[in-house]
Structures are given as C-alpha cells and as structure tokens.
C-alpha cells in the first residue's frame, strides 16, 4: 500500500515534526534548526537549514498559501519564516516565556496559534504579526493544534489529557477530559462528514495519547450547549503510546504511530514521518488510491477559469507534472492563466526548456477543456438544501428565513434541535411554509437542463 522512497538524515537530533505545503518538506528537531526541501527531488533549498531558535524547535507549520512557515520552540518564541528565500518575518514572543510546543495557522491565514507549556494560547494576527487574544488551558501544558476546515475553531490538547474547543475570538467552548495520560496529537479532517442520528452537518477529529489509544470524535454545533464534542469510536491496536496521528487531504485515510510526528501532503499521496532516529521518511502510496479521484471531482465544481493559483498546483500534482509546480507557483499561474498558455508562452514566458514537457503540458490542458465542455451545468447552490446539499423537491421556509428541503427541516426538527441549521440561533417558530416560487424556479431550470441535454 506505501512504498518508502526516500530518507531524509540532515538533522543531528531526534525529529519533532514535519510539514507540508504544495511544493515543499519542513522538518523541525531537537538540533535547533528548520530544513526544507522540495517535493520534486527532495534536495534541500539553498537557504536551508533555517537557524534563529536557542533551543529545541518542537513544530514547524505552513501557511495555506506555502508563503509562510511558523516554527515554534523551547526557547519562548515563534518565528515566522518567507519560503521564498529563507527570511525571518518574526519573532512573536510567547507570554511569560513559556517553551512553545505547538503552531498552527488557520486555513483563511487570518490567524495563527502558538501553545505553551504553561497552558498559555495566543491567537496572532497572521497579517500584522501581532497579538491579536490570549487565554490558558486548563490544565497541563499545550501539545496538540488543530483548525477546523472552515477556520471558526480550533482544537487543543493537553498533556493532562483534555481537549479544548475555541472559536476565533479565543472563547472556550468546549472542555473534555479524553485521554488518562496525556493527549499527544490531534487533527481535524478536511471533510465535513455527517452525524447520522441527526443528519447534520459536523466534522470529524482523532486525538491520540499516552494511553496507547486513539479517538475519533465528532464536533457537532448543538442547540443546547452551543458545541458538541461527541466519542465516536477508539482504534486499537498500539501497544504503546500514540505519538501521532494525521488525516489525509481528502479525509479517506488516518495515520498513527509511534513516531514523533506524521504528515500527508495536501495533494500528492504522499506521508512523511520523523522519529527519535533523526531521520525523515517518505512514503508514496499507489496512485490509484490517490487525489487524483478528488482533482477529478473538483474539476466538475469548479469552471476552470476560477481556480486559485493552489487549485492549479492540485491540478499539476494529479497529471503527474510535479516538475512544473515551482515554475507554475513562481509565475502564480491561477486558471484563467493555465487556458491561456500556448506553445509559446510556455517557451518564452515559463521558460520550460523541455519540448516533450512542453507537449505534455499542452495536450493535458486540451484535455481539460474537452473535460469541462462535457461536464453539466452545476446546480444552482440557492437551489440545494443547505441541510443535505441536494436538489430539493418540495422546498419549505423556516422561521429563519431560509429555505430547507421539508423532508429534512421536519427531521431535523423531530430530533428535538430548535436551532437554525444556518445561523444556530434559537427558531422563534417551528412553522415550515412551502415555498412555492422557489419550487417553480427549480422546475424551470430542471427542463432548461432536459432541453439542452437533448439538443447536445
């Protein structure tokens, strides 16, 4: 299923953590320093090692663009680091000195997270670099981090086994003991799953520990308590303590082990772990099993001109052209841009001196027009119920103002929830009335699609 393909043994000390972004590896150590390297040879970039820590470094993260990298340490500090070239951004000073264990930025980079051993959470303005709120854990010190996908919230973990639930303004929201001896590691999938007793939309996080366990649960935003961190299941198997644990970008996979640190690459099938050998493996899986399922279905959503410049680097990484991410990024090729390349922007402009490269990329972007013209119309998102996310066939209006597919709206209410399933504020009544003139709109653009479907 996973194939080692390479070993990584710069450090000179134990590992504590590894990150990816689209185009390169970050690894962080006991040795005071960051290493990065680049995803198509896995060569070390010029300016790396990255040296400014006085002690231990103990997590290194990547900002979603890839621009910036957070490292954090035992020294008190995290810094935060341009890829580009190497250059220190910041030193942000954690409150009272206090070692940091844990960064995370948030998925909109508005926001970046450093965890203390103290049990001190500062929130960054991930723009300015500067404290933006703060607060403290209950108990224990800080190891674990972790956004939720649409970056409302985070998740901490504890060394006293708790995990904490914040939203963006640094309030606690949740707080469960989950874990006897300690939490180690904790991520959030990217993909919102649904919680079949109420049929919501929640999403899904694993949390492992000293208790040779892990935990997967789900957080659901509830009428009557506001959030809800419910136990799902516990994995077995380890037989000693579960260091770390990581989703895959498509959330179909979880990795544990007993290394000191896991990572997927966002959208390459590829995992790297670290451990106390001070070595760095990557492992490939079959591609079959891959993303490339995941750009494929992407593709229909998205008209291709409205990609962002990392919708394009998943798209490269998918045709097996992971040579040409560093160019495409440097010239910030979004999707307007990559239909617009010729034969000759690709010589002159991208300066891809290979021709087979050259035709290899010309004949792919061919097919994806061709791909494009054959994928239907996508449906309308006024039209979908936003509780199912599906064409809906007698839609209601709620109390809310919003309008629901009735089937799922009286489900939802029949399970006892007297919330929005929009706003999560209070329904002031539970009356549902048809929504006519919307049903008629749908049945119009329904024959639409019939009409043209028959004409092509």
């Keep these: 299923m996973a194939t080692l393909i390479h070993t990584l043994a710069d450090h000179t000390d134990d590992i504590n953590c590894c990150a990816f972004s689209s185009s390169c590896l970050a690894t962080c150590s006991l040795d005071k320093t960051v290493r990065l390297y680049s995803l198509n040879d896995f060569t070390e970039l010029p300016y790396s090692p990255l040296k400014g820590h006085t002690y231990a470094v103990h997590c290194c993260c990547f900002s979603p663009s890839g621009h910036a990298l957070a490292s954090c340490s035992t ?7 341009d890829t ?93 003991k989950t874990h006897d001896l300690g939490v180690t590691c904790c991520d959030i999938s990217s993909q919102p799953v649904s919680d079949g007793e109420r049929g919501s939309r929640c999403f899904q996080m694993a949390s492992c520990g000293q208790d040779n366990q892990i935990k997967l649960w789900l957080i659901l935003f509830a ?22 644990c990581a989703f895959s970008y498509d959330g179909q996979m979880l990795v544990s082990g007993y290394v000191t640190t896991c990572a997927f690459a966002p959208y390459i099938l ?49 045709q097996g052209l992971t040579d040409l991410v560093g160019i495409f990024k440097m010239n910030n090729i979004d999707g307007k841009e990559l239909l617009n390349l010729t ?8 300066k891809i001196e290979s021709l087979g490269l050259r035709s290899k990329v010309l004949r792919k972007i061919e097919e994806l027009r061709m791909k494009m013209e054959s994928v239907s119309v996508a449906i309308p998102d006024e039209f979908l119920c936003p509780i199912t996310r599906e064409l809906m066939k007698d839609p209601v209006i709620a109390a809310d103002g919003y309008s629901y597919e009735k089937d799922a709206m009286e489900n939802w209410i029949n399970n006892k929830r007297r919330s929005s399933p929009m706003t999560n504020l209070p329904l002031p009544s539970l009356l549902l009335t048809p929504n006519r003139t919307l049903k008629m709109a749908i049945s119009r653009w329904l024959e639409t699609q019939q009409e043209h479907s028959e004409t092509t």
């Design 343 to 350: 034969k000759e922007s690709l010589t002159n402009e991208l």
């Design 223 to 244: 009428d009557s308590v506001g959030v809800e961190l419910k136990y799902k299941c516990t994995l077995s198997g380890h037989s000693a303590p579960v260091l770390a």
């Design 84 to 176: 580009r070239d190497g250059r220190r951004l910041a030193v942000l000073e954690q409150p009272g000195g206090s070692p940091v264990r844990v960064c995370r930025f948030s998925p909109e980079s508005t926001y970046l997270v450093s965890g203390a051993a103290d049990g001190s959470v500062v929130l960054w303005n991930a723009q300015s670099l500067k404290l933006y709120r703060s607060g403290n854990a209950k108990d224990g010190s800080l190891v674990a981090c972790a956004f939720s996908p649409n970056g409302n919230f985070f998740v901490t973990g504890s060394s006293c086994g708790d995990l904490t639930i914040w939203d963006d303004k640094m309030r606690c929201l949740y707080n469960e």
């Design 75 to 81: 020294d008190g500090t995290t810094m935060v680091w």
């Design 270 to 318: 590829l995992l790297a772990t670290g451990s106390m050998d001070k070595t760095v493996n990557i492992w490939q899986f079959d591609h079959k099993q891959a993303c490339s399922g995941n750009i494929i279905e992407n593709e229909s959503k998205i008209a291709v001109e409205n990609w962002s410049e990392e919708d394009v680097l998943a798209w490269l990484h998918a």
